[in-house]
């Protein structure tokens, strides 16, 4: 009995620290508190793929982050020039084999000051509601808390979201992951980026300096028409990030 359960003991914290080290995510995006305008209807598609990265799963039956492809259209619309209302649907991934699965979606209520683009301190916050299959997260239902609080100084963009994601366990549980860009607008369409996600852990305890994540991005825009571009690369800075990770976001207005 001692050796049954000191095994189990052994098992649960060894799949606790996978669920610390290989988290995956569909969005890798700061948030600079731009809507779509009153009565648009926008698509921003979001693809991620990770050619270097942790190749177990973050718990039984989990998927493998290393040579995968994460992605998920995300459907918008302006309902005020301070509120757009959102849906990310399907959230899917597509493993090194080529086989795909359905991952859930997502909710969102995103709420800014209006005309963000135009002040030099913006701020919003937006709410996110998921729906998780059981190979995406322990957990069915999730929901994410993300502030937006920004900053321009001439044609530099500085731009922070203190992210809390929610498993609905008590205010303590919730997990820290903010975000944090830094860009240089070179014109009124490029701008070059340096972009940080973090995962510290939850409010009551942090994880250790190694089971934490943070991941370093170099990232290029272009805000052109019909399509504005997002694409970057991302370097894990821990050994609990995933190695390198590659993001491509494109974005228009269907009206």
Known sequence: MRHALACTLLLASALSRLAVAYAQTDEIQVYDASIAAPGVFNLTWHNNYTPSGASTPRFPGGLVAN?????VPEWAYGVTDW???????PLYSINNGGAATFNGFKLRTLFVVPQADQRSFFYGINFEFSYNTAHWDTRRYTQEIRPIIGARFGPVDV???????????GFSRLDFAPATRIAYNLSRVWAVAAE???D??????FYSSAQQQHQLYAVVDYRGKPWSVEA???FGLTAASDAVVIKLILSRDLN
Do not use: C, K, V
């Open 67 to 71: 040579h995968t492809l994460n992605g």
């Open 83 to 89: 509120f757009e209302a959102g849906l990310y649907l």
């Open 159 to 169: 731009i922070f979201n203190p992210i809390l994601d929610n498993s609905y366990q």
């Open 196 to 198: 940080e996600y973090d």
């Open 200 to 205: 510290f852990g939850p409010l009551r305890s």
């Open 232 to 234: 970057g690369a991302g």
